[in-house]
């Protein structure tokens, strides 16, 4: 298994640009999550999914938004970049309710993006 | 909402010596505990964890103990060695929500 894997692992965006961060899980999680992490701080959740069709906001959406059409996949998308979104991104999954794992996240490598 | 509080922010240990990492939380619904070690540019990792109906937990020269009356649980590394310098976060999750809360992080420097 690859486990959870992210693209773009480095990106420069100008002010007002827009992108997509893309994450895929190999691992048949239910839920995945997405979070920032500023320069020595810790991480802060943007956006999480508890299924395909279901996402839900968390402690910073403002100036993201989510989709989630299947299992694997769980793009963030970035409009009108801005220097306060400079940071780096982590992809996370874990498995469901049901699972004895269900609160361990799994992260990705990260996306670190600069917003100039 | 929850909030966790994680001290010291930097912490410097002589090889061989002990570490310990404290965190408080302010809901008292969190029931799940897990520590994160970041290596520097890598992803979290996760080296332990412990649910709400147990007071410790240890893995090798690694342990975590929980005390639910005060809201507050640390980590505690024996033997520290220089592979161990790394930056760890503590965080908390309430059940059924599966979103985890963290911690500001301590940078741990094990000298040689």
């Known amino acids: 298994n690859a486990g959870v894997t992210q693209t773009p692992k480095f990106r420069i965006l100008k002010i007002g640009q827009s992108m997509t961060l893309q994450c895929t899980q190999d691992?048949?999680?239910?839920?995945m999550y997405w979070y920032r992490q500023d320069p020595g701080m810790g991480l802060k959740l943007i956006y999480y999914?508890?299924?395909?069709?279901?996402?839900d906001k968390g402690e910073v959406p403002n100036g993201y938004n989510v989709s989630r059409s299947t299992t694997e996949d769980f793009p963030l998308r970035l409009e009108l970049a801005a220097p306060s979104q400079t940071s780096v991104y982590f992809c996370?999954?874990?498995?469901?309710?049901?699972?004895?794992?269900?609160?361990?996240?799994?992260f990705g490598p990260g996306t670190r993006l600069t917003v100039t | 909402g929850e909030n966790v509080e994680q001290h010291p922010s930097t912490l410097s240990v002589q090889e061989g010596d002990s570490a310990v990492i404290k965190c408080t939380y302010s809901?008292?619904?969190?029931?799940?505990f897990p520590w994160y070690k970041q290596e520097l540019g890598k992803r979290p990792q996760l080296i332990i964890d412990?649910?709400?109906?147990?007071g410790e937990k240890k893995d090798q020269r690694i342990a975590v103990t929980l005390n639910k009356t005060a809201k507050h649980f640390s980590l505690h590394i024996t033997e520290t060695q220089p592979e161990d310098s790394a930056v760890y976060f503590c965080?908390?999750?309430?059940?059924?929500?599966?979103?985890?809360?963290f911690g500001t992080g301590t940078r741990l420097k094990v000298l040689a």
């Open positions: 965080a908390a999750s309430t059940a059924g929500t599966y979103k985890y809360i």
């Open positions: 996370a999954s874990s498995e469901d309710q049901t699972s004895l794992r269900a609160y361990e996240q799994y």
């Open positions: 412990i649910r709400s109906n147990v």
């Open positions: 809901d008292s619904a969190s029931n799940y």
């Open positions: 691992m048949n999680h239910n839920y």
């Open positions: 999914s508890v299924g395909a069709g279901i996402t």
